[in-house]
């Protein structure tokens, strides 16, 4: 695997005993020894550690940014303010996506986006072709910062200690927003040890967390410091394949496979779209005028009654005897299960004593027609028929709005 | 991933190609090995035949699953079930833990004791997976 691209940490992941593979042309940890099922479960029960530095972070820098940004992704962007972070997605005319991506309004001059692994050149391609984009400033940051994701209910208590002016940094530190720059020479957030970082409360496994930005030199320092620290709280490194079940059971899409090349409607993320109360768009954007006019398929999530799954490439989704669509998605969520029917989770306030889950299938289909939630829907494959429900939650008890205690 | 090196790969059973094992005598158990397992990864769930269905060498038995994918158990021998282990219901982490003890799959009765014989030992076994390796 020696032409696929590293992160800084790929070292300590081989020492760690990673299992590592190729993720979009970069080396990167499926699982630790600890296995995946423990490590999805360690962040929804304790916390987890995650490499995700094969990421890219854009800055996008002059004047009208702000304007031209909320032209570019969908997301209502225009009263963002200042350190609160906006996801959206980056459509082209049709109304399909390039990407997903977080935006952080650093200034009013000076925007950055963090988007997927590899699509830095990509996506400012795309950007320049926009109105107006050739007129901004590019930077793709890729290969500069390393991005650590601290993920879990116990991720504010480990993270604390390490941070210098902790009682300060976390004062007002809702979901969604940000503390520090991109630019680590001017980052007004250090650790204890005078390391500059950026400190982002956003996640991508529903779970209360961070995502952390920092030097890359700095990042292997880091990585054992936060393991450390997060000992007794059952931290443990977790790999993609964690990262995986845990967004799907947050109801999270998987850029390039949950959302891709089809018009961005119809589907369980509205929020990143700029509806009002009626159901109208807020404001002008790249592909809206196709996503009035789209008759698009739907797509939903699903949950199912045990951990049993089908092959996801050779399936279909059949309904009433019909074959209606395609699984776009389907994991194992191994924190949740059943009790007289109902989905719990280990994080359920309401959940049974003793409850020891042994997983349920969830995930997306895509399907041409609406499915109301409690629909039973039929995924088969060549070798089974496996029955789900249309659901409009999948892990219940997510910490990802907890507050800071 | 596991070093060949440090994979268990115990010399009392025989394996096929598929990387499943046989335990030779009465009952003939039948599990997945060392190497098989730690590719797979954590298992959620084993899907076992019923009690007294008939296994076809080379043929898929059951399925193994991870949390993101399904994988299918091949049979190594000719046979039928005689028993499935119901522990795996309840705990298909068994299968990780000890591949070759409380991990095993099913007992079948072999139509053909001398079908172990054509099956690999531990050494073959070895130097196959070590092919595989080699060529991904």
Not at chain 1, 129 to 151: N, R
Not at chain 1, 332 to 341: H, L, P, Q
Request: glycine fraction near 10%.
């Amino acid at each position: 695997m020696s032409n696929l691209s590293k992160t800084v940490l790929n070292g300590v992941h081989a020492a760690m005993g990673g299992t590592l593979v190729d993720f979009g042309g970069w080396e990167m940890p499926l699982w630790y020894p600890s296995g995946a099922v423990k490590e999805h479960l360690a962040v929804v029960t304790g916390a987890g550690l995650f490499d995700t530095s094969h990421m890219t972070v854009i800055l996008a820098e002059g004047a009208g940014v702000r304007a031209f940004l909320n032209y570019a992704v969908t997301k209502d962007i225009g009263s963002l303010a200042i350190g609160r972070a906006g996801y959206g997605i980056i459509l082209d005319e049709k109304g399909e996506a390039v990407d997903d991506c977080i935006v952080y309004p650093l200034n009013e001059e000076r925007f950055a986006l963090v988007v997927n692994a590899g699509m830095g050149a990509v996506v400012i391609e795309h950007m320049k072709k926009v109105t107006g984009g050739d007129k901004l400033a590019w930077t793709d940051l890729t290969g500069k910062l390393a991005k650590i994701d601290l993920q879990g209910p116990a991720a504010f208590k480990i993270l604390k200690p390490l941070v210098a002016g902790a009682d300060e940094v976390f004062a007002k530190f809702p979901y969604f927003s940000f503390k520090g720059d991109f630019d680590m020479a001017k980052t007004a957030i250090k650790l204890t040890d005078g390391t500059p970082l950026l400190l982002s409360r956003t996640g991508y496994t529903g779970e209360l967390g961070f995502e952390i930005f920092l030097p890359v030199e700095k990042a292997e320092e880091f990585w054992g410091k936060v393991l450390e620290a997060g000992k007794d709280y059952g931290l443990i490194p977790c790999g993609l394949a964690a990262r995986d079940s845990l967004r799907a059971g947050a109801v999270l899409p998987l850029s390039h496979q949950d959302i891709g090349h089809w018009p961005f409607i119809n589907n369980p993320w509205p929020w990143a779209l700029p509806f009002d109360a009626e159901g109208k768009f807020t404001k002008n954007f790249m592909g809206r005028e196709a996503l009035n006019a789209a008759t698009a398929d739907h797509t939903l999530p699903f949950v199912g009654f045990d951990p049993r799954k089908v092959d996801a490439h050779e399936s279909k989704v059949v309904y009433d005897d019909q074959e209606i669509g395609t699984i776009l998605t389907v994991v194992a969520d191994m924190a949740i299960g059943r009790v007289e029917g109902k989905v719990v989770g280990l994080s359920s306030p309401d959940k049974p004593e003793g409850f020891n889950p042994k997983g349920l299938v969830c995930g997306f289909i895509k399907v041409d027609r609406k499915l109301e939630p409690g629909t039973v829907v039929f995924l088969k494959d060549a070798r089974r028929q496996l029955k789900v429900e249309i659901c409009e939650d999948i892990r219940p008890g997510r910490t990802a709005r907890a507050k800071l205690v | 991933m596991k070093e060949l090196n440090e994979l268990n790969l115990p010399t009392n059973v025989k394996y096929d190609a598929d990387h499943e094992w046989v335990s030779p005598g009465a009952p003939c158990r039948i599990g997945i090995s060392d190497f098989a397992q730690d590719a797979l990864g954590d298992l959620t769930f084993v899907e076992m035949p019923e009690v007294g269905a008939e296994l076809t060498k080379g043929e898929e038995f059951g399925t193994l699953e991870s949390t993101k994918s399904v994988s299918p158990l091949m049979s190594p021998v000719d046979g039928k079930v005689t028993a499935v282990n119901e522990a795996l219901s309840d705990d298909p982490g068994l299968v990780n833990r000890d591949p070759y003890g409380e991990g095993w799959i099913v007992e079948v009765e072999l139509k053909n004791t001398a079908q172990i014989d054509t099956l690999m030992d531990a050494a073959a076994y070895k130097a196959h997976v070590e092919k595989e390796s080699a060529e991904h």
